[in-house]
């Protein structure tokens, strides 16, 4: 089949019509205007027919008249690829980071400026959006296992058993933190110590927690103290409870932590502050730890990933989703 195949077939199918009747051309795409309907009217009372489908199938018989379709991209750096391989003067880019963070590369975006209403040629900036590329960041194992107990109740073997299994997460805090070093400090360092500071809680290291979760012993010792309003007279009762290590001095334990953990599979590591509590409850412990302000990673990391495929496709970034025909 050669390159002139659709334009014989065409002619074919207009000298077999034209041997069983007189045919009366209606409609006819040229190469100026390939979208423009194939109609003829045929005998037996002029009958319209339209052979648009059919001709468009045959033009498409070797390769299609546009690109379209939907990539689904593995990995950040296969989108900018893809987006780099395909783009064109409207590509855009879309970001969203609720519910779940993902990117949408859109080849065949709208062009700019402002839109053309023309009832015969049409607005020539506007397109379909057929062309996509998509990435759903999947968010890393580590992450899904300290968001999974986090805010939880453990028991002491679980919390242990938890610690030990994800060792390799826990950072230990730097002379800086432990507030035995001023003066010049890493962003990261001083974005800690003002979580600290908010929270009104000291960081402790891994040694320590571990600790906890093996040995830890909380002895509860309990008095009254009565206060007397002197203008009314009204006395008011309340039990005080105070816990104590074996030895009877007052606890005083580290109330956070830290780890380093990729937020999405592959990625960078982001370290977090992770909130240590216990409650005692008669003779058992239980034990929560909560990652502090996880979501607030989870949009950082998701953004520093679109911003960078702006900078390295040089095409617009967008937060929120396209036209339903580019989604």
């Not at 593995?74 to 003067?89: P, Q, V």
């Not at 968010?139 to 242990?160: A, C, H, M, P, Q």
């Not at 039990?239 to 104590?244: D, S, Y």
Request: net charge negative; charged share 25%; no cysteine.
């Amino acid at each position: 089949m050669t390159q002139d195949t659709p334009k014989n077939i065409a002619e074919t199918v207009i000298e077999e019509m034209k041997r069983v009747g007189e045919v009366q051309f209606v409609s006819l795409p040229t190469a100026e205007a390939p979208e423009t309907p194939y109609i003829v009217a045929a005998p037996e009372g002029m009958k319209l027919h339209d052979l648009t489908a059919q001709h468009r199938s045959v033009m498409e018989a070797l390769r299609p008249l546009q690109r379209k379709g939907k990539a689904q991209l593995a990995d950040i750096d296969s989108l900018i690829t893809w987006t780099n391989r395909f783009k064109g003067e409207a590509t855009a880019l879309f970001g969203q980071i609720h519910p779940t963070p993902r990117m949408i590369s859109v080849i065949d975006y709208h062009g700019g400026g402002a839109p053309v209403i023309d009832p015969e040629s049409g607005d020539p900036s506007a397109s379909h959006g057929r062309h996509t590329g998509v990435y759903t960041f999947p968010v890393s194992e580590e992450w899904k296992r300290w968001t999974g107990i986090s805010g939880k109740s453990l028991t002491k073997d679980e919390f242990g058993e938890f610690i030990e299994d994800n060792a390799n997460d826990f950072l230990d805090p730097t002379p800086a933190l432990l507030g035995k070093v001023s003066g010049d400090l890493q962003p990261w360092e001083e974005r800690m110590i003002e979580i600290a500071q908010k929270l009104q809680g000291r960081f402790g290291q891994y040694a320590a927690l571990a600790h906890l979760s093996r040995e830890f012993q909380v002895h509860e010792t309990g008095h009254l103290q009565v206060k007397t309003d002197r203008d009314t007279g009204e006395a008011r009762v309340q039990f005080l409870t105070e816990h104590k290590d074996p030895d009877g001095q007052p606890l005083s334990l580290p109330n956070l932590f830290m780890i380093a953990i990729p937020v999405f599979e592959e990625g960078a590591l982001y370290r977090l502050a992770v909130r240590f509590r216990y409650r005692k409850s008669g003779s058992e412990v239980r034990f929560i730890v909560s990652l502090y302000n996880a979501d607030v990673a989870l949009r950082d990391a998701a953004r520093e990933a679109m911003y960078r495929a702006q900078a390295e496709t040089e095409v617009p970034l967008m937060m929120g989703v396209p036209e339903v025909g580019a989604a």
